[in-house]
């Protein structure tokens, strides 16, 4: 079945430790974001990938950047991750402005 | 004043009650509206898009009005398996800058 796969589900990291989050897609969608979700919140968009082109969301920190190598793989980086980093990152596709479909996210604890 | 918002609930509501969520939206520039589902610990999933003259799905009914810059879900014969939080959200043009609502907590009880 085509999908949204994000590795790992969970990471532990340490603070100020590099971490790097991964996804893949089956579904051949030209557009990926990365979404961050905490507690009881809303998912919130940090940047999404046309193809090629970044966008980043104005609000984003610089703590946090992305890498799209090819059309199915899309990597979120976080260059020295804090305690406030802690929370889920979803990571979706959508072809062009469609809907967007989701990947099980990956479930960030920094120590 | 957040740009999509929502009542977060939790509502809870008996096997085959009519429930009903509102969320309203700041930015009048918004073009697309969408109700996602999301369990416990899961990814969101789409449950319907939310069209002007509005729609249904089943169980469910969306309505946009854009006058007053709400949309709202109606859910028939809630079923336990409707529990889950029901995130509002908004594209503005282009439809890549999506803002999420912080969703509305649906409990239905036996």
């Known amino acids: 079945d085509a999908m949204v796969i994000q590795n790992p589900r969970y990471q532990v990291t340490q603070f100020g430790k590099p971490v790097t989050l991964s996804c893949s897609q089956t579904l051949n969608h030209n557009v990926m974001y990365w979404y961050q979700q905490k507690s009881s919140q809303a998912p919130k968009l940090l940047f999404h990938?046309?193809?090629?082109?970044?966008?980043n969301e104005a609000d984003t920190p610089d703590n946090f950047q992305s890498r799209r190598p090819n059309t199915s793989f899309c990597f979120l980086d976080i260059r020295s991750p804090g305690l406030g980093d802690a929370a889920m990152y979803l990571c979706a596709t959508s072809l062009f402005q469609g809907t967007q479909y989701f990947g099980p996210g990956t479930r960030l604890t920094v120590l | 004043r957040k740009e999509v918002e929502q009542d977060p609930g939790p509502f809870n509501v008996p096997e085959g009650a009519t429930v009903a969520f509102n969320c309203t939206y700041s930015n009048s520039a918004s073009q697309s509206f969408f109700w996602y589902r999301q369990d416990c610990r899961k990814e969101p999933k789409l449950l319907m898009s939310v069209y002007s003259s509005g729609n249904e799905d089943g169980r469910f009914t969306a309505q946009l009005n854009r006058a007053s810059q709400y949309i709202s879900l109606l859910i028939r014969d809630s079923k336990l398996s409707d529990s889950a939080t029901y995130l509002c959200?908004?594209?503005?043009?282009?439809?890549?800058?999506?803002?999420f609502g912080a969703g509305t907590r649906l409990f239905v009880k036996a």
């Open positions: 990938y046309y193809d090629k082109d970044f966008n």
């Open positions: 959200v908004v594209a503005y043009t282009g439809g890549f800058k999506t803002i």
